[in-house]
């Protein structure tokens, strides 16, 4: 074959290449879009257009989801390394390959466990000769392999096997977790780690990298769900470091990449993707990794520092998870001069809270306001309500039965409305629920530094439902034929008897896409259903509790709020000098939703609808109770100076007087059935705009004869047990004593 034939052969391979790789990027986009409600993406344009990239990405928390979301904001094509374990499976091999994948081999999965035990004998004298019991050394081991220790306590290379039951390791264990197990009666177990040649693949990507295009690599090794940065390996250093001593003029970039779950395994949750500052390989640091030996790993290790300082300036790294919660609280408490952040400006903020945290968490402030979250976390949970319900507490008995009204109407729509989609749909969410949580559980028993391996689940959802769906659909739309068919005569009319005389395969199509249409409509009305069960909690206790006691905790944060304002004000130009209450849009940088479909706009299309009619239907009984509760108009209007400025408010102390509801008293409110409840929640509105109405009578009746005997309102209520839930027509359904 001609040269030119040749070179126009691998330019159809390329060109063939790329468009399978953009046709399954886009597939899966398209199916990872689906799952997220809002995926948000921070300083996009600093991704070089051109030239060699490696996008460094962490924290690792949501296995092969990671990647994708990588590639919906990336807007150039990146190519992974994935582990050669996740190659060899059947469907995730495929799609690997289809996306050009680069495998690489990792020792812990190639680890096979070792026959007999191990143990030292002499820690002190010999402490790099290891003794076994019944094992086989010279059939399992050899020069250049490892022992590792279980729980990856500890590993060490092997220099040399001196028989079956001993040989002699490059360095000693000085890790103490090891070394205890090492000297325990008996011994441990241990499994043989080959050595691995990874020049196949440290060639694969200079390959890639000197023909200008990108790199994803996530330096942690793995997938977990801790809320810190596992250690960073040093691959991504070596490859950037030999990469450019191999090409001096390769130019290449390291993008670290933050990726931030709201919560990573649900369905319809959010995400932000944040996108540093692009890195340089710096020349000096070359010129020392050419020279091989320490000052190669000193490079290594100097440069591996600078892309961790440069992840922590896109990530959220705290200690544990109940400091990741107080971070979290602090954060919504906080009230900035523009109270209109976007997702993305969120995590800004709450990432630069955490810098704050740690900066300024011993002083006697923030102790004080820690102690004030955490009481006040717990009254939350108590209540059983989130922190942004508490705003909805503010209103009185009426507006809150009129909105409750207005939500439950709204819900049987919707709830109506999703019902067919959702039934069709049950056996997706079961087995995907199941067979998720049964991966998790094997995913932590087989990992070390997994904390409930909820890494994994959103990934075995996404597989079983694009398996399950097609399967399901077709079987919905094969019945749906038999049907019509062989439809019996009480199913029998003109609509069946048209569709009879369609061809069978319309009727399948038509079938599908109806099963599919009515799936579509319970994802947005669900969705919406959903969060408006979400919200009856609030208005629920401010109907049955009374104002009187959530005001308490109305009061309460909006003082905490108060008090984490001005100290965040007061604090954060030390560590931010740009800091301005004014402009803390600005400072946080620009945030956008890249991802939107036509079921996010349908989703927010019938939920401002809802918001609008809210908000008139509000309007409309606050000026009833307003007008009905007006004085008479020849009543002479009180003249009040006006009032004082405030005094400078000083910091609440660190406890409040709190007054909730007894035990006794939630134990009968939740053994009200919602029928019951239901049933009343008329005669509660009823009978507070009537109570309304027969105040402003009295106090015209008064008015007219100021002897006349006292209103019912001024009755005192009978006695009754302290802590009850006592029926009274004149304040509602129930008012809390």
């Excluded at 369609?502 to 249409?517: G, N, R």
Aim: hydrophobic content about 40%; aromatic content about 8%; glycine content about 6%.
């Amino acid at each position: 074959m001609p040269a030119s034939d040749d070179g126009r052969a691998a330019a159809d391979d390329t060109a063939e290449t790329y468009f399978v790789y953009d046709l399954f990027r886009a597939f899966w986009t398209r199916v990872v879009g689906l799952f997220f409600r809002e995926i948000a993406e921070r300083n996009a344009h600093l991704i070089p257009r051109t030239g060699p990239v490696m996008f460094v990405v962490a924290p690792h928390h949501n296995q092969f989801v990671d990647p994708v979301i990588l590639l919906m904001h990336a807007l150039r094509r990146v190519y992974f390394l994935t582990a050669a374990a996740s190659m060899r499976r059947k469907f995730i091999g495929f799609y690997g390959r289809c996306l050009r994948g680069i495998p690489v081999e990792r020792q812990q999965d190639l680890a096979r466990r070792g026959t007999g035990k191990i143990c030292l004998e002499d820690r002190y004298a010999e402490p790099t000769l290891v003794t076994g019991l019944g094992t086989r050394f010279t059939q399992e081991l050899r020069a250049g392999m490892k022992i590792m220790l279980p729980g990856s306590v500890g590993q060490a290379r092997v220099d040399e096997v001196l028989s079956d039951t001993q040989l002699r390791i490059a360095g000693e264990m000085r890790e103490l977790a090891a070394l205890e197990l090492l000297t325990q009666a008996g011994g441990t177990a241990f499994k043989a780690v080959p050595h691995v040649n990874q020049d196949d693949m440290y060639r694969a990507v200079y390959q890639r990298l000197n023909k200008g295009e990108c790199i994803g690599i996530f330096p942690e090794g793995g997938s977990h769900d801790r809320t810190e940065m596992l250690p960073l390996k040093a691959g991504a250093t070596l490859m950037a470091l030999g990469a450019t001593a191999a090409n001096p003029d390769l130019g290449l970039k390291i993008v670290p990449t933050g990726l931030n779950y709201f919560h990573p395994s649900k369905f319809r949750s959010r995400a932000v993707i944040d996108f540093g500052q692009p890195i340089d390989v710096p020349p000096e640091l070359v010129e020392q990794y050419r020279r091989g030996g320490d000052a190669k790993r000193q490079a290594c290790d100097a440069f591996l520092e600078t892309i961790v300082e440069g992840l922590k300036q896109v990530t959220l790294n705290t200690p544990d998870l109940e400091t990741l919660k107080l971070i979290q609280a602090g954060r919504r408490l906080y009230q900035p001069t523009q109270h209109s952040l976007t997702m993305a400006q969120q995590v800004e903020l709450t990432r630069r809270f955490i810098k704050g945290y740690n900066v300024y968490r011993d002083l006697p402030e923030v102790k004080e306001l820690r102690e004030r979250i955490a009481d006040y976390n717990q009254q939350l949970h108590y209540y059983g309500i989130r922190d942004h319900q508490v705003e909805t507490m503010r209103i009185g008995r009426a507006e809150a039965g009129a909105l409750f009204v207005w939500r439950v109407v709204w819900l049987l729509i919707m709830g109506l409305i999703a019902l067919p989609g959702t039934v069709i749909n049950a056996p997706v969410f079961v087995v995907t629920s199941v067979v998720s949580k049964r991966k998790a559980r094997a995913a932590l028993a087989a990992s070390t530094v997994k904390v409930r391996a909820s890494d994994v689940i959103a990934t075995w959802k996404i597989l079983i439902t694009l398996v399950l769906v097609p399967f399901l659909y077709s079987m919905y739309s094969a019945m749906a034929v038999v049907f019509v068919r062989r439809a019996p005569r009480w199913a029998q009319s003109d609509v069946i008897e048209r569709v009879a005389g369609m061809a069978t395969w319309s009727v399948y199509l038509w079938a599908y896409a109806l099963t599919a249409f009515m799936s579509y409509t319970a994802l947005v009305f669900g969705e919406q259903a959903v969060d408006i069960v979400k919200s009856v909690r609030p208005l629920f206790l401010t109907l049955i509790v009374g104002s009187e006691h959530t005001q308490v905790l109305v009061q309460q944060r909006q003082e905490l709020s108060d008090d984490i304002t001005e100290l965040v004000n007061e604090l954060g130009p030390q560590i931010y000098p740009e800091f301005s209450t004014t402009r803390i849009s600005e400072q946080l940088g620009d945030g956008r939703t890249t991802h939107a479909n036509i079921i996010n706009e349908s989703a927010d299309a019938f939920h401002r609808k809802m918001r609008e009619g809210e908000q008139a239907l509000r309007q409309r009984i606050n000026g009833a109770v307003s007008s009905s509760r007006a004085s008479p108009t020849n009543e002479p209007e009180d003249c009040e100076p006006p009032s004082p400025p405030p005094a400078p408010r000083q910091r609440r102390a660190s406890k409040y007087a709190f007054n909730p509801p007894t035990p006794r008293t939630m134990e009968t409110l939740n053994s009200i059935s919602p029928m019951e409840f239901l049933s009343n929640v008329t005669g509660t509105i009823l009978g507070t705009v009537a109570s309304a109405a027969e105040q402003a009578a009295s106090t015209a009746s008064a008015a007219a004869a100021p002897d006349s005997e006292q209103s019912d309102k001024d009755k005192p209520p009978a006695e009754h047990d302290d802590g009850a839930l006592t029926p009274d027509p004149r304040k509602g359904l129930f008012y809390f004593t």
